[in-house]
């Protein structure tokens, strides 16, 4: 069984914690990236619209 780390932050106001999510392994960073990257090249190629 496999255990995702997690990040987690936390409110300087009172220390409790607001948020958690778990914490991308490297192949999903690189999956997400690879995606972004195809995404802003297409985006790159669109005529300005007015």
């Known amino acids: 069984m496999s255990t995702r780390k997690t990040l987690e932050c936390i409110s300087p106001i009172d220390g409790s914690v607001y948020a958690s999510r778990a ?24 005529a300005p619209s007015s």
């Open 23 to 46: 914490v991308m392994t490297r192949e999903e960073a690189a999956v997400k990236l690879s995606a972004a990257t195809q995404a802003q090249r297409e985006w790159a190629q669109q």
